[in-house]
C-alpha cells in the first residue's frame, strides 16, 4: 500500500468548486497534486498557487489552473507533506527545500491540510534535522549564529556545491535534537540576522491525515 498516496487522496476529497488551493511540495503532496489533476479532468474547477517550481510545473502538466500569488489574497485549503508531526500538531518541513514559499502559503491559508505516512509522527519534533534559510550574503557569520544555540550545523549540498533554493538562498540543516519548545525555537532562528524563516511550523496546521501500515488513517483536527 502506498502510504502517502493514501493520506494525500483524502485529503484531496475537502476541495470543492470555487476554491483557491495551495499546493506543497514533496513525495506526499506530489500524489495530492495528481489527484486535484484527475478532478480538475474530470470538472473541477479551481485555481491555485504552487509551493515550488517543481510543484508549480507538475501543476500546469496535469492542467491545473495556477495563477499569480498576486491575483488571490486569500486561498481556501493548502495541501503539503513535512518530515514530523508532533501531537500538537506541530511540524519540522523544509526536507525538500520549499519551506520559505509553504510557510508563506500555509499563513495565507483558511485550512491547511499535512499528509503523510506513519514515519513522519513523532512524540517529540527534532530527530529530523531542521531547515533554516539563510541569505547567501555573509553566510557563514550567520551560521556561526545558528551554531551558537545549535551543536550540529550543515550546509545542505548538491552535487557538492551549496543548495539554493527557488528564492536563492542556502539552507542550513540544524540538529538540536529533542526540540522540547518549537515556538521559542522558532522566534529564536527567526531573530538572527539573515536568517529568512526556518523549517518549524508551529500551531499552523488545522488538520493532519497520517496513513498507517494498517491501512488505516489517522487524522488529528486542531
Ligand atoms: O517540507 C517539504 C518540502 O520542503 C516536504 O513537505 C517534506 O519534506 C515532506 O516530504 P515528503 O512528502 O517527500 O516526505
Not at 485529503?11 to 470555487?18: N, Q, S, Y
Not at 529530523?128 to 550574503?137: D, K, S, T, Y
Not at 536568517?195 to 499552523?204: K, P, Q
Request: aromatic share 6%; hydrophobic share 45%; with cysteine.
Amino acid at each position: 500500500m502506498n502510504l502517502k498516496k493514501a493520506a494525500a487522496e483524502k485529503a484531496v476529497e475537502a476541495i470543492k468548486d470555487g476554491m483557491c488551493i495551495g499546493l506543497g511540495t514533496g513525495s506526499t503532496a506530489y500524489w495530492a497534486i495528481q489527484r486535484i489533476g484527475e478532478r480538475v479532468r474530470d470538472g473541477l474547477k479551481i485555481e491555485a498557487v504552487a509551493t515550488s517550481v517543481a510543484s508549480e510545473e507538475l501543476a500546469v502538466q496535469l492542467g491545473i489552473p495556477i495563477v499569480p500569488f498576486e491575483n488571490i489574497t486569500r486561498l481556501d485549503i493548502t495541501i503539503d507533506g513535512a518530515d514530523e508531526v508532533n501531537p500538537e500538531l506541530h511540524l519540522i518541513k523544509g526536507g525538500g527545500g520549499a519551506l520559505l514559499r509553504e510557510k508563506i502559503v500555509a499563513a495565507n491559508t483558511d485550512y491547511f491540510i499535512v499528509v503523510a505516512d506513519e514515519n513522519k509522527a513523532v512524540d517529540t519534533l527534532g530527530s529530523f534535522a531542521l531547515p533554516v534559510e539563510v541569505v547567501p550574503f555573509a553566510s557563514e557569520w550567520t551560521k556561526r549564529r545558528l551554531e551558537a544555540s545549535c551543536p550540529d550545523v550543515q550546509w545542505r549540498l548538491k552535487d557538492g556545491v551549496k543548495y539554493i533554493t527557488d528564492n536563492g538562498n542556502y539552507i542550513a540543516d540544524c540538529r538540536y535534537g529533542e526540540i522540547n519548545d518549537p515556538a521559542a525555537l522558532e522566534a529564536i532562528l527567526n531573530s538572527i540576522p539573515g536568517v529568512v524563516d526556518n523549517g518549524l511550523f508551529v500551531g499552523m496546521a488545522d488538520k493532519i491525515i497520517i496513513a498507517k501500515s494498517d491501512g488505516e488513517l489517522d487524522i488529528r483536527v486542531k
